[in-house]
């Protein structure tokens, strides 16, 4: 079956080296102070916690041997996740 370019094959490497790796951007809020608005100020902050945060802050009172505290907003939540993190010994490296 002939090729594309009349059979002939291009070698790869040239090709490789043009690629670049990518760098990974930042996905937290904290690294981005422009994105990240106030709790207090958000629109569907007094809505139950989500799943997401439920989860996370499940992991992070494990951590920190504090309690978790089911009845938060998402507002507090957020508060409570920002507060656990800076207390988390796995995360205090970052």
């Given at each position: 079956m002939p090729t594309r370019d009349?059979?002939?094959?291009?070698?790869?490497?040239?090709?490789?080296?043009s690629i670049r790796?990518?760098?990974?951007?930042?996905?937290?809020?904290?690294?981005?102070p422009g994105l990240q608005r106030d709790p207090d100020e958000w629109k569907t902050g007094d809505e139950p916690m989500?799943?997401?945060?439920?989860?996370?802050?499940?992991?992070l009172c494990h951590e920190t041997g504090e309690e978790f505290d089911d009845s938060l907003s998402k507002a507090d939540a957020s508060k409570r996740i920002d507060e656990l993190r800076e207390r988390?010994?796995?995360?205090?490296h970052e």
């Open positions: 009349g059979g002939r094959r291009r070698p790869v490497a040239p090709v490789l080296r790796p990518m760098t990974k951007p930042s996905t937290h809020p904290a690294d981005q989500t799943d997401a945060q439920r989860s996370y802050l499940e992991t988390s010994p796995r995360l205090a």
